[in-house]
């Protein structure tokens, strides 16, 4: 059974940093493709971040290219994203997912995690 559990969300002030770690089971990491999704309030859930766990390919939104990084350890099955200079537009629930490769597209990804709340505000 696919499993993703999201941890590390919670309120930090404009400018500040969060580790967000996506725990994945159930599959195999190191053939897939993850990625990281968000929504804010009264808006479309959208792409922030992905990355094909083979060859550690990456992609980002324009939005946080720069400030957020992802990456994945394999041994531990977990995936994380780094977010850096963090922006009240930030602000949002972010949900990490798992598919056959690296894509900002949702309908890619199958299996999805609960979410973890991010916000940025001082």
């Known amino acids: 059974q696919v499993q993703l559990v999201e941890s590390g969300g919670g309120l930090v002030q404009p400018g500040g940093s969060l580790r967000l770690s996506c725990a994945a089971s159930?599959?195999?990491?190191?053939?897939?493709?993850i990625g990281w999704f968000r929504q804010a309030p009264g808006k479309e859930r959208e792409g922030v971040s992905c990355i094909s766990s083979s060859d550690n390919s990456t992609h980002h939104a324009d939005s946080v290219k720069g400030r957020f990084t992802i990456s994945v350890d394999n041994a531990k099955s977990t995936v994380f994203l780094l977010m850096n200079s963090l922006k009240p537009e930030d602000t949002a629930v972010y949900y990490c997912?798992?598919?056959?490769?690296?894509?900002?597209?949702?309908?890619?990804?199958?299996?999805w995690g609960q979410g973890t709340q991010v916000t940025v505000s001082s």
């Open positions: 159930g599959f195999a990491v190191n053939y897939s493709g």
């Open positions: 997912a798992a598919g056959v490769f690296c894509s900002l597209a949702i309908h890619e990804y199958s299996h």
